[in-house]
């Protein structure tokens, strides 16, 4: 239960970081980052675990290091 818990955490945490940059929609990072939307929407619900590729392309859009976005 608790790898579930960190999980939704990190979701949550990316989620905030997108509104916080100024991107309204999940489509608009897909868009930014090169990552397919219905991979940031999984991400950010805690569906799927962060991969270092989709962290650091994440991380040159929306700021910070990606090791912020890692699982």
Known sequence: MSEKKEAVYHGQKLRQARLK??????????EKTGIPAN?????????????????????EVLGGDWTDYAD
């Open 39 to 59: 991979i940031i929407s999984d991400l950010e619900r805690g569906k799927r675990r962060m991969s270092p590729s989709w962290a650091r392309r994440i991380a």
């Open 21 to 30: 940059a100024a991107i309204g929609s999940q489509k608009e990072l897909a």
